[in-house]
C-alpha cells in the first residue's frame, strides 16, 4: 500500500516553462488537494477535488491548473512557471470531503523556479 | 491575523522532557488535526480531534472547544521527536477544502 505518490521529488525550471507534478493514490479516496508551502507561511490549498471530474479552485489558484479523470489521480500543471512559484509542493487525500476524515500527504516536491 | 496560532514557534528540549505544543483558534471549527513533518518535507498525520483527548503511544493531544486551544504533549520525548508539529483545523459547516493551517512549531530534542 503506497499511498500518496508524489512525483518528481526535485525539480528545476526556467521561467515560463510547463511541467506537471503527479500525484497518484491507491487508497480509493474521494478528496484530493494540491497546497504549497512557503517559509513563514501555514500550507496553502491551491486546488482541490472532490470526486472524479469535479474540481476547484482553493486559496492561491493562479498560474495552476488540475483535473482529475480518474479517483487515483491528480495532476497539478504549472503553465507557465515565475519565480514566484518556488516552494514545496504537497498532494493529499482523503477518504471523504468532509471535515474530520484522516488526511494523507505525499513526500513533496520541491520546486525551484529560475 | 491567523485564523491559527500556534506556540512556541522553535522549541529546544533535552532527551527525556516533557513537551507541550499549543495551538489556538478564532474560528468555529468541526475538527482539529496534529500532523508531523520531519526534516525531508513528509506529512503525517498524528491526530484528529473533535473533542475531549487522544492517546498514541507517548503522543497525547487535548482539545477544548469552549476555549477554542487544543494541546500536543510529548512524554519522554526522544531526538527521533525532533519535527515540525503543524495544527490545522477545519472550519465548521466547511469540508476539507476549508482547512487553515498554522505555521508550525519546530521541536528539536537534544541527547
Known amino acids: 500500500n503506497a499511498g500518496v505518490t508524489q512525483t518528481p521529488k526535485f525539480q528545476v525550471l526556467k521561467t515560463g516553462q510547463s511541467m506537471t507534478l503527479q500525484c497518484a493514490q491507491d487508497?480509493?479516496?474521494?478528496?484530493m488537494s494540491w497546497y504549497r508551502q512557503d517559509p513563514g507561511m501555514g500550507l496553502r490549498l491551491i486546488h482541490y477535488s472532490v470526486g472524479a471530474g469535479i474540481t476547484d479552485q482553493g486559496e492561491v489558484p493562479n498560474g495552476y491548473n488540475v483535473s482529475r479523470s480518474t479517483t487515483e489521480d491528480f495532476p497539478l500543471r504549472l503553465l507557465s512557471a515565475a519565480p514566484s512559484q518556488t516552494s514545496v509542493y504537497f498532494c493529499a487525500s482523503s477518504y471523504g470531503a468532509s471535515s474530520g476524515n484522516t488526511i494523507y500527504f505525499g513526500e513533496g516536491s520541491w520546486l525551484t523556479v529560475v | 491575523k491567523n485564523e491559527v496560532e500556534q506556540s512556541p514557534q522553535n522549541l529546544t528540549a533535552q532527551e527525556g522532557e516533557f513537551i507541550t505544543i499549543n495551538c489556538s483558534y478564532s474560528?468555529?471549527?468541526?475538527?482539529l488535526h496534529w500532523l508531523q513533518q520531519h526534516p525531508g518535507g513528509g506529512i503525517v498525520s498524528l491526530f484528529m480531534l473533535s473533542s475531549g483527548k487522544k492517546k498514541h503511544g507517548r503522543l497525547i493531544a487535548t482539545i477544548n472547544i469552549q476555549e477554542k486551544h487544543s494541546s500536543l504533549h510529548i512524554t519522554a520525548s526522544h531526538p527521533r521527536d525532533s519535527a515540525v508539529y503543524i495544527c490545522a483545523v477545519n472550519l465548521l459547516g466547511g469540508s476539507q477544502g476549508n482547512l487553515i493551517f498554522g505555521k508550525g512549531t519546530k521541536l528539536s530534542v537534544k541527547p
Open positions: 487508497m480509493n479516496h474521494e478528496y
Open positions: 474560528v468555529g471549527i468541526s475538527a
